[in-house]
């Protein structure tokens, strides 16, 4: 098997030395052929080049010419599996993708880790191209699934692992720390180790110290060994050197295999506040040390619970120390929980464990490989437009769909009124000249499989179809209708252009679909669920959608309003719609689908009674991902409004459906 790993970088931390066991592990234990890129250098270049070729790439998005061939050499051919290290390494699958090889990414992250470092370019990569994931606890398992919609027969949990040769106290430079700090071989140790950052806790590290020292306990010294990453380091480094444990505490920064500087006896402080599974924990439990931990901390908990320290009753500083004194008190009872944690370790976390783990999933993927890379080439054969009025969601529109597609697939429409919309679109779909043109509105957030499932089920139907459309959740009538999507036949679009109707129609997109199938061309309803419509919209935006039901769809908004009633307790959102519909009604004049009129008379109207909508804030791209939109398609099954607006509005006979041809 020819096997390629990417990691994000060459650095010093927890993510990078798993993945050097892991590379360890099968050279000893398989004849494959392994190559690493990586996405950056670093101090650990060179170990990862001593047992793989290696080829750093900082830049996939502008790799020269010839890349490829140069990452395929590092496997001796093609690769058959792709093995992304961390989340991270998905900035490197837009290239990748270009060997259609099935591609596994192991995540160690979690939510903090993925808001900082996973950007929603990256996270789209992730999602499109990852056929497997290797969550490494069951923490990082549910994040995926909860958080990014990822199937649970998708993932599997392997949790980290360290060697099963056991490692040596490297004595000689033990003794020159203790000797540089003044310390005697009996002082108590306490450990702390990663980055200087929130998110490991390397203040409430101090804060142990500090407690520690206000119980009267004077015999210890804290090391806490890893570099800053984060706003954190300045305000604490200056507020240890006023705190009363200054002389017990030492940052030590970056030092190479810290565990080899633990003994028994000593006790490892996992401060984190949010860690999906540290290596650390294990490597200072295979010295012989227990862990202790706050509760909630993340995979190492279960770790500790099962045997491999103890777990605080809360998650202050304080919590901790009442664990750490008896054990700096009793240093035999520090080592008798030392050799249990050992033993734990040793039993159920070496290579020994997780490498038969590794080689199963890997061997799967590439037993599966044809029926793995089915995919249809979505990039050759569509292009994507977003008809966009300054809806808030746009650029979350657009992040969903490169889960799907490319970016430079993606063309943004922002014209009124919606009859000069619908003929750009067309124009920019004729002009791309791909098989399929998907037709989007801003306001729909898509699921990340329904451009490959809507373009895979027309490209299965017959040369007269024109258009296909899916279903929407839509938040304001709370049930599933054809909304905001249209996957169009490129082929057909410039007879559709003619067939555009003048502007002053309230469906002037159904009207031109309906002069096509008069003309003998299809239009099928699918029961394929696009998505989200008219969630997070803008209060002015929500009330000019329901201006304009309130004439398209009047009996469905009388049938809807006790709803909009009781939520509007809860939800802003229904009382902009129940004012819009409100307007709407009340408006004797010629309503047009354009935003601009729409949103100067509704504003108009109301700021002459005082009333000025509020805009709400750009979105946080990081929270509008695919399970949001999973979480809530599946939260609407329980919605009281979907068993009455369901069957009245938009039934599920008529979900599917063929249009023309007296069909």
Not at 231 to 254: C, I, N, W, Y
Request: charged share 20%; hydrophobic share 45%; net charge negative.
């Amino acid at each position: 098997m020819r096997l390629l790993f990417v990691g994000h970088d060459c650095c010093e931390a927890g993510a990078q030395h798993s993945l050097l066991r892991i590379l360890r592990w099968l050279r000893d234990h398989t004849d494959w052929n392994i190559g690493v890129l990586t996405l950056g250098n670093g101090p650990l270049a060179p170990v990862y080049a001593s047992l793989a070729p290696l080829l750093v790439l900082p830049d996939p998005d502008g790799a020269p010419e010839g890349t490829l061939d140069r990452i395929a050499a590092l496997t001796g051919g093609p690769p058959d599996i792709i093995c992304g290290n961390t989340a991270v390494s998905a900035r490197s699958y837009g290239l990748l993708s270009a060997f259609s090889s099935p591609m596994v990414t192991r995540v160690a992250e979690l939510d903090d880790s993925m808001a900082r470092y996973v950007d929603a370019p990256t996270q789209a990569l992730l999602l499109r191209h990852s056929e497997a994931f290797v969550a490494v606890s069951v923490q990082v398992a549910e994040m995926l699934t909860m958080r990014l919609g990822v199937a649970p027969d998708c993932i599997t949990v392997i949790n980290g692992a360290v060697e099963a040769e056991g490692t040596m106290l490297d004595a000689q430079r033990r003794a020159a720390l203790l000797g540089h700090f003044g310390l005697t071989p009996e002082t108590r140790l306490l450990w702390g180790c990663g980055s200087v950052s929130q998110r490991k806790g390397s203040d409430l590290f101090l804060g142990v110290v500090e407690t520690l020292c206000a119980l009267g306990i004077r015999d210890f010294h804290a090391f806490w060994t890893g570099y800053p990453v984060d706003e954190l380091a300045v305000p604490l480094f200056l507020a240890k050197e006023r705190s009363p444990a200054r002389h017990h505490t030492t940052f030590l920064g970056q030092v190479p295999e810290p565990n080899l500087l633990m003994a028994p006896g000593d006790l490892f402080l996992l401060t984190s506040r949010e860690d999906p599974f540290p290596l650390v924990s294990l490597e200072a439990a295979e010295r012989g040390l227990p862990s202790l931990c706050f509760p909630g901390c993340g995979g190492m908990e279960a770790f500790v619970r099962d045997g491999g320290g103890l777990v605080a009753v809360g998650c202050e500083p304080a919590d901790m120390a009442r664990l750490a004194h008896p054990l700096l008190e009793n240093r035999e009872r520090a080592v008798r929980l030392g050799q249990e944690a050992r033993e734990l370790v040793l039993a159920r976390h070496t290579m020994d464990s997780a490498g038969p783990q590794f080689i199963a999933l890997f061997e799967r993927l590439a037993s599966d490989a044809p029926a793995v890379s089915r995919r249809p080439g979505l990039a050759d054969i569509l292009t994507v437009v977003i008809r966009s009025v300054g809806e808030r969601t746009t650029a979350a529109c657009r992040a969903l769909l490169r889960q799907a597609v490319p970016d430079e697939n993606i063309v943004e429409v922002s014209v009124a009124p919606f009859t000069e919309a619908i003929r750009r679109s067309f124009e920019i779909g004729i002009a791309q000249n791909r098989v399929w043109t998907l037709v989007v509105d801003a306001d729909v957030l898509v699921r990340a499989d329904f451009p490959r499932e809507i373009t895979e089920f027309a490209e299965a139907q017959g040369d007269d179809v024109f258009v296909v459309q899916g279903l929407v959740l839509d938040k304001i009538f709370g049930l599933l209708r054809p909304a905001g999507n249209h996957l169009y036949r490129t082929a057909m679009l410039t007879d559709a252009l003619a067939c555009i109707p003048a502007e002053g129609g309230l469906r002037p997109e159904s009207a031109t679909i309906d002069v096509m199938t008069a003309r003998g061309r299809l239009f099928i309803q699918t029961p394929i669920v696009a998505g989200l419509h008219d969630f997070l919209q803008q209060p002015l935006d929500i009330a000019c959608k329901c201006f304009v039901q309130a004439h398209k769809h009047a009996p469905y908004v009388e049938k809807v309003w006790p709803f909009w009633d009781t939520l509007a307790e809860s939800d802003v959102d229904f009382v902009w719609a129940m004012i819009g519909a409100n307007l709407g009604l009340a408006f004797k004049g010629n309503v047009r689908i354009d935003s601009d009129f729409l949103r100067e008379y509704i504003s108009g109207f109301l700021s002459k009674r005082g009333v000025v909508p509020t805009p709400l804030p750009p979105l946080d791209l990081s929270a509008v991902h695919e399970g949001f939109v999973q979480a809530e398609l599946l939260a609407a099954q329980n919605d009281s409004r979907t068993a009455v607006m369901q069957p009245f509005m938009f039934p599920r006979e008529r979900w599917s459906h063929v249009y023309g041809r007296n069909r």
